[in-house]
């Protein structure tokens, strides 16, 4: 935690200048980085209280001082779309992969989320908060700002609220803004395989008003995709979960287009995440929507599927957001520097556009965008200070390096 009063100085870039605009960044906007040469940030009860050039700084009695010379100070990186807490990892079935079998081979052999499920079950809330603990720390000196964290290795009503007592731990102990998601229906648990729609019945008539009695989540998603859940299945559990006021964040298109993008924005989904397959009417679904996509290019990085089309929905102007996805089976990296690294290199994003969409869009998508995401008056200060470097492009370039030198909450 930093001081109650605190002077960044020397800034030699603070970047992200800008108000929070009514809508995430698309066209012009997204494709520019404001910022301030030689600046200065003052920081009061964990708040940005000025910021300018460092010639109009003025006195600065009463703070504690950080020199940053030769470094880049930007908000911190904003990851809404995690899978946080859970037990053991699945390195047999990274082994697995090395060896030739796909993630859909893995999964049919009760591999995948399936395993994760049963080890979850197994395992005590202590032992969950502590491992999601130390990774929440891993995050937070990556640079992350603010996380989602979801649900969805619970896939019993027991286990699912286990997982969100778990998570409301991990925000009580947080320096960082967490938002909860709840995801029941990540898969089909083996007991239900011949009649899923009887979990989706169990989610909506017995899981569902317990998660919404709890007051944890704010968020429900679904793994809208085949082999796991329909359109008509997803519509019915978003149905039930507007009832409760709980907003839809969609894992949708990872493998195969099933109409799932216009399932998600007609129950007007805050996101959809994932978007690797696309076809010419996900993209009108989206253009004519207030929903973000959402790409996860370490996903696409670790189990090596194509990445997120993020040209032609830039071309669209729909809004796009970054974020790791992490999770022990298809992305175990919280590294948000990473993430806009892939983003440059294999989807061809500017560096301006990929930070853009790793921080001010990023906010958007957990409705974090009047606390975060830029520098502006009164936002919270959580905040990045690179090592030394000369261009925010060294972020993408020095992409094996960790550029983060200290990160402010």
């Keep these: 935690m930093t001081a109650t009063k605190t002077v960044l100085t020397h800034i030699a870039q603070l970047l992200q200048v800008r108000e929070t605009p009514e809508k995430p960044l698309v066209g012009t906007d997204f494709n520019e980085l404001p910022l301030l040469e030689n600046a ?72 995948g989320i399936l395993n994760s499920a049963a080890l979850l079950a197994k395992t005590d809330e202590e032992t969950l908060f502590q491992a999601a603990y130390d990774r ?14 979801k649900t969805g290795y619970g896939l019993s009503t027991e286990a699912e609220l ?37 979990y989706v019945d169990l989610i909506i008539n017995e899981t569902l008003p317990q998660v919404a009695a709890l007051e944890i989540a704010e968020y429900i998603d679904v793994f809208l995709e085949t082999n796991y859940f329909n359109s008509a299945q997803t519509e019915r559990i978003l149905a039930a979960a507007a009832q409760y006021q709980l907003k839809p964040k969609i894992h949708v298109n990872q493998f195969t287009t099933i109409g799932g993008i216009t399932t998600a924005v007609k129950h007007g989904a805050l996101s959809v995440d994932h978007l690797e397959v696309m076809a010419p009417e996900d993209y009108d679904a989206l253009a004519n929507s207030k929903t ?53 290199i294999q989807m061809k994003l500017t560096a301006e556009q990929a930070l853009n969409a790793a921080t001010l869009n990023a906010a958007f998508a957990l409705e974090l965008q009047h606390e975060l995401g830029s520098i502006a008056v009164g936002k919270r200060a959580q905040l990045i200070v690179t090592k030394p470097m000369r261009s925010y492009w060294e972020i993408p370039y020095y992409f094996g390096n960790n550029p983060i030198e200290r990160a402010i909450y």
Aim: glycine letters at 6%; a negative charge.
């Design 136 to 149: 929440l720390q891993q995050a937070i000196q990556l640079g992350t700002g603010a996380i989602e964290i």
């Design 40 to 111: 200065y940030l003052k920081i009061s009860d964990g708040r940005i209280e000025a910021f300018g050039h460092m010639e109009n700084l003025g006195s600065i009695e009463g703070y504690t001082e950080i020199d940053c010379s030769h470094r880049l100070v930007l908000p911190a990186y904003i990851d809404s779309h995690t899978h946080l807490v859970y037990a053991g990892d699945r390195t047999p079935e990274f082994a697995n992969r090395i060896q030739g079998l796909t993630y859909a081979e893995i999964a049919e052999k009760g591999g």
């Design 162 to 198: 286990k997982m969100l007592r778990v998570i409301e731990r991990l925000r009580a102990a947080s320096p960082i803004p967490i938002k909860a998601t709840y995801l029941a229906a990540h898969a089909v648990p083996t007991a239900f395989k011949s009649n899923p729609d009887a």
């Design 292 to 344: 973000v996509a959402v790409a996860l290019p370490s996903c696409s990085f670790f189990i090596q599927i194509p990445y997120t089309p993020v040209k032609e929905l830039m071309q669209r102007n729909i809004p796009l957001v970054l974020a790791t996805d992490f999770n022990p089976g298809t992305s175990p990296s919280l590294n948000m520097n990473f993430v806009v690294a892939l983003a440059c």
